[in-house]
């Protein structure tokens, strides 16, 4: 049982946090996503989910891009390789935890 | 009419999202529309060979559409939805095959569930329909297109409800069964078998174009634009 208490230690904290893990699975699942579906989606508001952005986007787990659809501005964000690995190894590392839980 | 179900997964619900608006079913309805509109009139009247062009080009209208109506759509949603609520990758077409895999916490995801199968299988099955009538015209010498109207809509009617309960656009058991009445009600309606045969795609057409405004209205309703919201408040 050790080993697996020591594992959770190892779980990757930036996505950690519930409000950056709802966006990582939001991008996992949809693929991209722009800033007010986000914001919707995860029910964060303005200022919460751009400084979480901003954390996701310093490590390199989403990237970021601003462009036009028609007149209207968007904030496009996408996971990036790096992210998309790092969530996978989040979630199997967590299923393990989790796993060990219920047995 | 039943909404799109909540789904469980952000996949799912990013699919569920590219029907929000009703667009890409109001897309589909009034094009069948047109097509079917004019087909009906050329059959009735086949000496009106201008009605014939208008015909082959509500067609290719069709087809245009149906090979790229996600970018058409992204640009109509361009204006209307994504300064609404938001956008997100529009699905992509679901795998006709792919195995009903369960996923559990043990296993990774490494399916994309933000697929649909609306346009390969909801709104291809009307025009599949309209070419079953034309071939039961053509094999009967016109007599069998008039009945084959109403059994071929109450099958898409059966097809639309089974393959639409998994999608990211399920219709409820008290919607489609409109596609197979409308098809016994075409029995009163005495056209040429040519004429007849643009049926299926005007039921279809008619169908989708009321769950596509229905969906709009709402939606619109609910999700006024931002600049009015922000007046408001």
Known sequence: MSSE???????DRVIHEPARLGIMMVLHGAGEADFLYLQRECGLTQGNLSSHLARLEETGYVEIE?????????TVCRLSVKGKAAFDGYTEMLAAVLQVVRR | MKDAAAPQSPGKRAAAYWFVDGLPELGFGVIYLIW????????????????????VT???IFLVFFCWDRRILDMVKGRVTYPRTGYVRPPK?????RPDEIVTLETARPLDENVTYFRMRTAFLFFVAMQLVT??????DGRAARWAVPVVM?????????????????????????????????LAWHLSPKSTAYFPILIGGA?????????LVRYLRTNPHPQYGGAQS
């Open chain 1, 5 to 11: 208490v020591q594992d959770l230690t190892r779980l």
């Open chain 1, 66 to 74: 601003k462009k036009f659809k028609g007149k209207f501005p968007m």
């Open chain 2, 36 to 55: 079917s509109g004019l087909g009906i009139v050329w059959g009735s009247s086949p000496d009106q060979h201008w009605m014939k062009w208008g015909v």
């Open chain 2, 58 to 60: 509500a067609g290719v």
């Open chain 2, 93 to 97: 077409d679901a795998q006709p095959n």
């Open chain 2, 135 to 140: 071939m039961a015209d053509m094999t009967s």
């Open chain 2, 154 to 186: 109450m099958a898409a009617a059966a097809l639309e409800y089974y393959w639409s309960r998994e999608d990211a656009r399920p219709y409820s058991l008290w919607s489609v069964p409109a596609i197979a009445l409308a098809g016994w009600l075409t």
């Open chain 2, 207 to 215: 169908w989708l174009t009321t769950h596509g405004l229905w969906t």
